[in-house]
């Protein structure tokens, strides 16, 4: 009945909404329903027409700042977990569907769809593809979007897709495989064309070199650049470093009383006044891409590889 209401009169659910979702700004006939996890940050807008689709297990976090445009649908999906990072734009009509990671300051055109989720049609292929999604439903493959990424209008990102930092997609784009990092795609299936930025890890980098912020690659502040002259990260992050023969990594690093980084299997303590950890690497270290689990809130000035 509230919502027959709420369709004949907008402003009972602007109403509703503002009192329900203290500090998120909503405009009208946004729908925000379901027993899933919501957690938002501030600054957030959603705009007219929008709808959240919280179904049972699942979980939609949204990052401080983010714009969710006019008549967007954001779905996880059962068990399904959405993650949009700080400062990004999901601009009208986009469809973000299952289990779906965006890093900071991503931008998307209207209209881009993405989706962890897809149909079976093959599995049982006498059967019609309504029956087979039932008989046997396709597990679903998440999708990474790391930070700074740019989705042109109409493109398609498919099930099982890790877009790395700073990528650029064409519009009417479909992403069917991994990109690395800086690189402009377009087509479909979608194609490297150019580079944005020569993606270079180095042995060392510093927070206060502006052409080293790329490597403080993921899980750092929205902002994309240092605080001061250092990188701030409140959960997991990841540094993409490189050298032969390396046997350890370093960290200049400091953090709130109690936090506690671990790499490798090693967990250490964070020292509340600048100072190097170092953590040993191992025979199956994946370089470059170094990811250090977080409990706690810190600061790290520079890393490198010994």
């Given at each position: 009945?509230?919502?027959?209401?709420?369709?004949?009169?907008?402003?009972?659910?602007?109403?509703?909404?503002?009192?329900?979702?203290r500090?998120?700004?909503?405009?009208?006939?946004?729908?925000?329903?379901?027993?899933?996890?919501?957690?938002?940050?501030?600054?957030?807008?959603?705009?007219?027409?929008?709808?959240?689709?919280?179904?049972?297990?699942?979980?939609?976090?949204?990052?401080d700042e983010?714009?969710?445009?006019?008549?967007?649908?954001?779905?996880?999906?059962?068990?399904?977990?959405?993650?949009?990072?700080?400062?990004?734009?999901?601009?009208?009509?986009?469809?973000?569907?299952?289990?779906?990671?965006?890093?900071?300051?991503?931008?998307?055109?209207?209209?881009?769809?993405?989706?962890?989720?897809?149909?079976?049609?093959?599995?049982l292929?006498?059967?019609?593809?309504?029956?087979?999604?039932?008989?046997?439903?396709?597990?679903s493959?998440?999708?990474?979007?790391?930070?700074?990424?740019?989705?042109?209008?109409?493109?398609?990102?498919?099930?099982?897709?890790?877009?790395?930092?700073?990528?650029?997609?064409?519009?009417?784009?479909?992403?069917?495989?991994?990109?690395?990092?800086?690189?402009?795609?377009?087509?479909?299936?979608?194609?490297?064309?150019?580079?944005?930025?020569?993606?270079?890890p180095?042995?060392?980098?510093?927070a206060?070199?502006?052409?080293d912020?790329?490597?403080?690659?993921?899980?750092?502040?929205?902002?994309?650049?240092?605080t001061?002259?250092?990188?701030?990260?409140?959960?997991?992050?990841?540094?993409?470093?490189?050298?032969?023969?390396?046997?350890?990594?370093?960290l200049?690093?400091?953090?709130?009383?109690?936090?506690?980084?671990?790499?490798g299997?090693?967990?250490?303590?964070?020292?509340?006044?600048?100072?190097?950890?170092?953590?040993?690497?191992?025979?199956?270290?994946?370089?470059?891409?170094?990811?250090?689990?977080v409990?706690?809130?810190?600061?790290?000035q520079?890393?490198?590889?010994?």
């Open positions: 009945m509230s919502s027959y209401i709420e369709k004949i009169i907008p402003a009972v659910g602007l109403i509703r909404n503002a009192a329900r979702y500090g998120l700004h909503c405009g009208l006939r946004v729908e925000i329903q379901g027993p899933g996890r919501f957690k938002y940050g501030s600054g957030v807008r959603v705009g007219e027409g929008a709808r959240l689709d919280l179904s049972k297990d699942s979980a939609l976090e949204i990052g983010v714009s969710i445009s006019r008549s967007v649908h954001l779905a996880p999906g059962p068990g399904g977990h959405i993650l949009i990072g700080g400062r990004s734009a999901i601009q009208d009509d986009c469809r973000i569907y299952g289990d779906v990671t965006i890093g900071p300051r991503c931008v998307f055109a209207p209209n881009v769809f993405v989706s962890s989720g897809t149909h079976v049609f093959d599995a292929p006498h059967l019609p593809i309504q029956e087979q999604d039932r008989l046997a439903p396709a597990a493959r998440p999708i990474q979007v790391f930070g700074d990424c740019w989705f042109g209008i109409n493109s398609v990102v498919m099930p099982g897709s890790k877009i790395g930092r700073g990528c650029v997609i064409g519009a009417n784009s479909v992403v069917t495989a991994d990109l690395p990092p800086f690189n402009v795609a377009v087509g479909n299936p979608a194609k490297i064309v150019r580079e944005r930025l020569s993606f270079s180095k042995s060392r980098i510093t206060g070199e502006e052409k912020a790329p490597y403080f690659y993921d899980g750092f502040d929205a902002s994309l650049a240092p001061g002259n250092a990188f701030t990260a409140n959960s997991d992050f990841i540094l993409a470093l490189q050298k032969e023969a390396s046997q350890s990594v370093r200049c690093l400091s953090g709130n009383r109690e936090t506690m980084v671990t790499f299997g090693h967990r250490l303590q964070v020292p509340q006044s600048w100072n190097v950890l170092e953590f040993p690497l191992h025979k199956n270290t994946s370089l470059p891409f170094l990811k250090f689990q409990e706690g809130r810190c600061m790290v520079w890393a490198e590889l010994i």
